[in-house]
């Protein structure tokens, strides 16, 4: 079994930054693909992004080139990294891992995953 908590969220003005962090425990000495994935009000679960093992990423072409997904594995954290945030990011942000024996692994369905976080809500102003 493997837990995820996110950080929280947040309120952010149009063209803002914020960086989410999810902290991995239980069985995390296993290998273990990450992504990231939101709600938007109304709206289905939606990829946001991905990173393998190694370090491989994969983002939705709504965020590509405005969010960075990283992990540091030292301390079990996955980060996403969201600039130029637009209203349409406004959501509720999900964490969620995939155990693999892949290093090279990512997915972007989120039926893949087998263990999520509770969830964070990121609302950006106009």
């Known amino acids: 079994q493997v837990q995820l908590v996110e950080s929280e969220g947040g309120l952010v003005q149009t063209g803002g930054s914020l960086r989410l962090s999810c902290v991995a425990s239980g069985r995390t000495s296993s290998t273990h693909t990450m992504g990231w994935f939101r709600q938007p009000p109304g709206k289905e679960r939606e990829f946001v992004a991905t990173?393998?093992?190694?370090?491989?990423?994969y983002y939705a072409d709504s965020v590509k080139g405005r969010c960075t997904i990283s992990r540091v594995y030292a301390e079990n954290t996955v980060y996403l990294q969201m600039n130029s945030l637009k209203p349409e990011d406004t959501a509720v942000y999900y964490c969620?891992?995939?155990?693999?024996?892949?290093?090279?692994?990512?997915?972007?369905?989120?039926?893949?995953?087998?263990?999520w976080g509770q969830g964070t809500q990121v609302t950006v102003s106009s």
């Open positions: 969620a891992a995939k155990e693999t024996t892949s290093n090279y692994y990512y997915s972007p369905s989120r039926h893949d995953y087998e263990y």
């Open positions: 990173i393998s093992w190694n370090g491989r990423t």
